[in-house]
């Protein structure tokens, strides 16, 4: 199954810009790249996602390299309630697999 | 609020019982997934089902099932509990659970083991 790698942990200031890494060397043609978050005591929440081309949407960007083996979440903005654990996940028929995740601490 | 709902919140067993979990997915979606957090093992795929049959299964223990009902609803039934089960069991939902549908979760359901 394919994997993806991720910092252990982030930490920004408010307000400004943040850029969380993702590696998934081992990517298929047919992976979908998801980024999802979670805040203690609750269930992921769906940040964004994309297959071959970079993504926008309300609450983040997402830039994913021409070889497709790496993949930025783009936060324009960090705000305290952005505080939470990143995760990149690659989404194929159903199946997923989920990286460690990537803890992001925004100071104020 | 992600529409998903699953209960219980939290469950206390002992080895060896056994337990089902039960989630109810957002109206008009077709697909759920069951995942599991365990603080060694991170979030793991378990298995999904669309419109009341399997789709996908991931690191399912034999030990665990689920099913899909004509209503939609989920159950995942845990036999024979080990410690090591003690999780958090997550329920997730999707409109076809096509790889680029969006999952929504549910709040979880907290299981330990003694």
């Not at chain 2, 060896?16 to 995942?35: A, E, F, I, K, N």
Request: proline content about 5%; aromatic content about 10%.
């Amino acid at each position: 199954d394919a994997k993806t790698t991720q910092p252990n942990s982030m930490e920004s200031n408010e307000e400004e810009p943040v850029h969380l890494p993702c590696n998934h060397s081992t990517i298929s043609g047919t992976d979908y790249i998801h980024w999802y978050r979670q805040l203690p005591s609750q269930g992921p929440e769906y940040v964004i996602h994309g297959l071959t081309s970079n993504v926008n949407n309300r609450m983040a960007s997402l830039a994913i390299a021409e070889d497709r083996k790496s993949s930025t979440l783009i936060l324009h903005r960090a705000t305290l309630r952005d505080a939470a654990v990143y995760y990149c996940i690659l989404f194929n028929a159903g199946k997923s697999t989920f990286g460690d995740g990537t803890t992001l601490t925004v100071k104020p | 609020d992600s529409g998903v709902t699953q209960t219980p919140k939290h469950l206390i067993t002992a080895t060896g019982q056994r337990v089902t979990l039960r989630c109810s997915p957002r109206s008009g979606d077709l697909s759920v997934y069951w995942y599991q957090q365990s603080l060694d093992q991170g979030l793991q795929f378990l298995i999904q089902y669309y419109n009341g049959e399997e789709r996908a299964k991931g690191n399912i223990l034999e030990r665990f099932s689920a099913q899909q009902f004509p209503d939609l609803h989920s159950e995942l039934n845990l036999s024979s509990l080990e410690l090591g089960d003690s999780a958090l069991y997550f329920c997730a939902s999707s409109v076809r659970g096509s790889s680029y549908n969006e999952q929504f979760f549910g709040p979880g359901t907290r299981l330990t083991v003694l």
